[in-house]
T-cell receptor, first 115, second 111 residues
Framework: GAGVSQSPSNKVTEKGKDVELRCDPI?????LYWYRQSLGQGLEFLIY????????KSGLPSDRFSAERTGGSVSTLTIQRTQQEDSAVYLC?????????????FGNGTRLTVT | DAKTTQPNSMESNEEEPVHLPCNHS???????IHWYRQLPSQGPEYVIH?????VNNRMASLAIAEDRKSSTLILHRATLRDAAVYYC????????????WGLGTSLAVNP
């Protein structure tokens, strides 16, 4: 079946511009996660959704970052006034639930480059 | 949150078994041990997980030490497609959102 889909796969933007990154999770998955991976680094947690609500926003690096999820499905991560340090691969994952026994299914990410 | 320690890199020959170690000396009783792998230009892919007993699936085996302070991911016959970064992470009911991901082990497979 269809996996987690992220778009665009690559995004180059100028410093100061806003960007929107989209994630389509696996159908029926209630939990959705956003992570960021800088070059040569491990994954950094940003935010997760249970349904349409985001119980934990503590990983968002600054108030320039926001995310929403609608209809318990598609999620959008928005970065306003992008900075060069925002350059990274942004990964989305979904799972049927949030418990410890539920593996995460990842998309292939959006590679964001801020020039 | 409990952390894991893995070697930065390992090398194997095709068709040979590979044992990827992971240390998690501060693991708690409710932490599950999960393994993911990440191929170049892709998102991480779930491999296997376990709590106390050894586990087998079509991809790999997971051997967990009796004291649970270490574990080993076993690829029984490495193929070139197994070249990836392998991550060992701990997940419990309270933290599976934030998962602490280290740098993993970069596995090279020689033909």
């Amino acid at each position: 079946g269809a996996g987690v889909s992220q778009s665009p796969s690559n995004k180059v933007t100028e410093k100061g511009k806003d960007v929107e990154l989209r994630c389509d999770p696996i159908s029926g998955h209630t939990a959705l996660y956003w992570y960021r991976q800088s070059l040569g680094q491990g994954l950094e947690f940003l935010i997760y959704f249970q349904g349409n609500s985001a119980p934990d926003k503590s990983g968002l690096p600054s108030d320039r970052f926001s995310a929403e999820r609608t209809g318990g499905s598609v999620s959008t991560l928005t970065i306003q006034r992008t900075q060069q340090e925002d350059s990274a691969v942004y990964l989305c994952a979904s799972s049927p639930r949030t418990d410890y026994n539920s593996p995460l299914h990842f998309g292939n990410g959006t590679r964001l480059t801020v020039t | 949150d409990a952390k894991t320690t893995q070697p930065n890199s390992m090398e194997s020959n095709e068709e040979e078994p590979v044992h990827l170690p992971c240390n998690h000396s501060t693991i708690s009783g409710t932490d599950y041990i999960h393994w993911y792998r990440q191929l170049p230009s892709q998102g991480p892919e779930y491999v296997i997980h376990g709590l106390t007993s050894n586990v087998n699936n079509r991809m790999a085996s997971l051997a967990i030490a009796e004291d649970r302070k270490s574990s080993t991911l076993i690829l029984h016959r490495a193929t070139l497609r197994d070249a990836a970064v392998y991550y060992c992470i701990l997940i419990n009911a309270g933290n599976n959102r934030k998962l602490i991901w280290g740098l993993g082990t970069s596995l090279a497979v020689n033909p």
